[in-house]
């Protein structure tokens, strides 16, 4: 059944996507009614891939690089229900608002993506393609493993996360590093046939701090920050001296940072600050390790990081990205900044180098939030913007 690409289909899709739930690893259910609502829109190569992206694709008329779409199909939770002043899987509208969980970040969004795709079937010189992920929200799993397994090849990249109508280009990274000081376990009343894995925090607490206040800066993303956010020990029994004590840093890094950089700069300075240890004790630093198992039925060993990202503010598809879309005002090009939170972005610009800008409806403060909302004249403007800005993307890549 066809259906036209309007602004209004658009946001009754949204309503639809936002009741039905979908925390990361549960995508399957709002993947299938992408899926179907890509077909009603003439979408080709529809399809999803082993981890659940669902991908669709609008054929270019000629041969610019494609242009690619992307939002992600997970939700953070939702709390109590009786918080909310709209029920979070209501999808509903008043006062000019659309409410409920997703309805920025990112179900609404998506909505206008996958149907600013449809809008321009026949026009566009380049192909448009829309892949909306799985697991953004823990890490980016869906993206990473949409660019690792080069089914798509875009030129560039738009993301749909929230930026008020700007031109976002990019954003601090954020891994889990974990220091895990061994030692032996011994009964607490006899001290000395044990060696305290305790015994060595201060130290590294210490080293972690000298650390924080030598954190690199950037002109546009501020300065790299790091600092330990909890101590978990084993045994947890009261009357046990614990041989494994984990120290659990977070560390949001600028762009370039890796995993490895990370947990070869920590092990350097915890290292050097505890010195020689005695028999009985050791050091390992490594990142955190989540198992995420995708609806797809994939269980995945995943390091808890989102890479950083940053593009030119010069560089000429940014620039071609501001003016394309312009001011909602209407006076001179879209302003031009990073996000504060983490994005996608990170994997396909941090990793994969691709050209990569978010553009999209909602302010950051609803994001995860209670009163998560988006303003429907705000993606009104941004629905109406959006056939510009790709066909501006491609025209500055051919
Ligand atoms: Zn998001």
């Known amino acids: 059944m066809a259906k036209s690409p309007t602004f209004e289909n658009a946001i009754e899709f949204a309503q639809e996507l936002i009741r039905i739930p979908s ?26 891939d082993e981890v659940g992206n669902v991908i669709g694709c609008v054929q ?16 953070v939770a939702v709390g109590d229900h009786a918080e909310w002043e709209h029920p979070p899987f209501g999808g509903d509208i008043s006062e000019g608002f659309l409410h409920g969980r997703g309805s920025m970040d990112i179900k609404g969004p998506l909505a206008l993506q996958t149907y600013a795709a449809a809008a321009l079937a026949g026009r566009a010189d380049g192909d448009v393609i829309v892949a909306h992920t799985v697991f953004e929200e823990r890490g980016g799993l869906g993206m990473k493993h949409l660019l690792e397994s080069g089914t798509v090849q875009p030129g560039a990249v738009v993301i749909g996360e929230s930026t008020h109508g700007d031109i976002c280009i ?41 650390l924080a206040k030598d954190q ?18 084993l045994p947890e029994s009261r009357n046990v001296i614990p041989d494994r004590v984990t120290v659990v840093l977070d560390w949001r890094v600028l762009p370039g940072t890796n995993a490895e950089g990370m947990t070869s700069l920590v092990k350097e300075v915890v290292s050097r600050r505890l010195g020689h240890l005695p028999d009985g004790f050791g050091v390992t630093v490594s990142m955190a390790q989540e198992r995420q198992a995708t609806y797809t039925g994939l269980a995945h060993e995943h390091s808890v990081f989102t890479p950083g990202f940053l593009m030119d503010p010069d560089d000429s598809l940014v620039l071609a990205a501001a003016s394309a879309v312009g001011r909602r005002t209407g006076d001179g ?65 051919a």
């Not at 954020?174 to 030692?183: F, H, S």
């Open 60 to 75: 270019g008329t000629g041969t610019a690089p494609p242009v690619l779409l992307s939002c992600h199909t997970d939700v």
């Open 170 to 210: 990019g954003h601090r990274g954020r891994g889990e590093v974990e220091v895990v000081l061994q030692g032996l376990a011994g009964h607490a009343s006899a001290p000395d046939r044990a060696r305290n894995a305790l015994d060595l925090v201060p130290e590294v607490l210490a080293a972690i701090q000298a």
């Open 23 to 48: 925390p990361s690893g549960q995508e399957g259910g709002v993947a299938e009614r992408i899926q179907s609502e890509m077909v009603s829109l003439g979408l080709r190569d529809i399809r999803t």
């Open 216 to 233: 690199p800066e950037d002109a546009v993303l501020g300065t790299s920050s790091i600092v330990a956010t909890g101590v978990e020990v």
């Open 333 to 397: 090009p879209a302003a031009v900044r990073p996000w504060t939170f983490a994005t996608d972005g990170g994997w396909s610009r941090g990793i994969f180098g691709i050209p990569t800008v978010g553009f999209a409806p909602g302010e950051e403060r609803y994001a995860h939030t209670n009163r998560e909302r988006l303003d429907v004249d705000e993606a009104r403007w941004v629905f109406a913007r959006y056939p510009d800005l790709i066909l501006a993307l491609q025209d500055e890549l």
